[in-house]
């Protein structure tokens, strides 16, 4: 007998240098929260392990999942492709684990097209100037990358109207606390279906009287 | 200028003894929080005072505000009449505080209906058995108003679905960080009205071009 609850599915999203990924490496692993694994066609770099860290795929195979509707969104960066695997997301809320997408914006509308109950959150930097700041800081990105990422960002943070939540990334271990926080919230809201709930105050009371 | 936002209204119900009480008078006066003051007709006890435990008010006077669409719900107890004035509650909204409401599963369900922007939150015994071991510990009940109370319980939980979250107050402490943090993530919710959010984007980019 399967006595959990269905887990829940987020997408958490934000501009480039908002902290998403340092958010989702926090929060995964821990209070049964897990990463999906994407699908990539990208190379395995040293020390990837395929059905850990990516689903490594050739491009045929790859389109050959988009065509059969496996993947839940999917996108093209630098000429490879990398997507979300349904099977897979579907396999962990059904033994319910909540399960975290890591993906972009346009990502995420996809997602909430395909599974509409999926719970979006939007990471938000504390200004445009503090984002610059951070995306210099890295040091992987030119100068003409970092301004091409600054023009997007704001037409990204146009679509925040779309997501469910936002948090402000100002300080990470708040903004890693907050994601955590809905993440608890949102296994206290009363679900469609009470009737477990419900029932086993009425089973109690059937034996008690 | 306005800056804050508005701010939310929760509804904390639940059967008699699942410790809503305590749980509201250790989130209330924190965090942005206040506590909803009532309007009664009962008798002002030693040390209470009018406008801050209650809005103690004649039965006429009660019955006025009812007839003028004053309460956002009321109920007789004990032939003493208990409601909640709107006025108070939506200038304090409009203060940017969040507003608590502790009351019972059918107060919450009028307010609902006024209001269907209100969070109504639900807290609920581990079990029935635990309930009545906290009632008989009160001494405050005869042994057949206990009975009297757990007979009704069972009708009220079979109302959750109307609910938004629930919280099973097993132990206190948890029970009040989960209520605190159902709120902080409410305060994450995106809003219907997203601009002045994108607006301090926009107007630094516009700044920094």
């Known amino acids: 007998m399967r006595n959990h609850q269905r887990g829940k599915l987020y997408v958490i999203s934000g501009p480039s240098g908002a902290g998403k990924g340092t958010i989702c490496k926090a929060i995964a692993g821990k209070d049964n929260i897990e990463l999906s694994i994407s699908m990539t066609t990208r190379n395995p770099r040293p020390g990837e392990i395929h059905g850990k860290d990516y689903f490594f795929a050739t491009k045929e195979e790859f389109l050959d999942n988009i065509e059969k509707g496996n993947l839940l969104e999917y996108a093209t960066v630098y000429e490879n492709m990398y997507g979300t695997p349904k099977d897979a997301v579907i396999s962990k809320l059904e033994r319910g684990r ?40 890295r040091q992987t990105d030119s100068p003409e990358v970092i301004e091409k990422r600054l023009a997007e960002t704001l037409n990204e943070i146009k679509l925040l109207g779309e997501y469910d939540y936002y948090v402000v990334n100002d300080e990470l271990e708040e903004a890693v606390s907050a994601v955590k926080g809905i993440i608890d919230a ?10 477990p709930i419900i029932g086993r105050y009425e089973r109690e009371k059937g034996e008690t009287e």
């Open 186 to 195: 949102e296994a206290r809201r009363v679900p469609d279906k009470v009737k």
């Open 98 to 137: 909540n399960v975290i997408l890591e993906i972009d914006i346009q990502g995420g509308l996809q997602v909430k097209k395909l599974m509409p109950e999926a719970i979006l959150i939007f990471i938000l930097p504390p200004s445009l100037a503090i984002l610059r700041e951070r995306l210099v800081g």
